[in-house]
Nanobody, 112 residues
Framework: QVQVVESGGGLVQPGGSLRLSCAAS????????MAWYRQAPGKQRELVAA???????NYVDSVKGRFTISRDNAKSTLYLQMNSLKPEDTAVYYC??????WGQGTQVTVSA
């Protein structure tokens, strides 16, 4: 059964950094789009960043210049480096593999 597991969330002060990881099982990792989403309390889940099998990347405007998505196909792992974090980045962050495999999420809280 294909699954993904996120890690790396936590509490950080404004301006701080975190790196999220998403470990994927199965053999299709290198061939599919991988993405990070987030859902803040009372809000809809939104796409944060995505990277396809060729390495093309898209970001939501609110994180451009602060977040970096990357993938290590040899390790079947997706990353999200988050710098200059703001309170509005507080959310549960989810990893998605391909069109429909989701992780359980990892909480990111940005607060003084």
């Amino acid at each position: 059964q294909v699954q993904v597991v996120e890690s790396g969330g936590g509490l950080v002060q404004p301006g701080g950094s975190l790196r999220l990881s998403c470990a994927a099982s199965g053999s299709i990792f290198s061939r599919v789009v991988m993405a990070w989403y987030r859902q803040a309390p009372g809000k809809q889940r939104e796409l944060v960043a995505a990277i396809d099998s060729a390495g093309s990347i898209n970001y939501v405007d609110s994180v451009k210049g602060r977040f970096t998505i990357s993938r290590d196909n040899a390790k079947s792992t997706l990353y999200l480096q988050m710098n200059s974090l703001k309170p509005e980045d507080t959310a549960v962050y989810y990893c998605r593999q391909g069109p429909g495999v989701w992780g359980q999420g990892t909480q990111v809280t940005v607060s003084a």
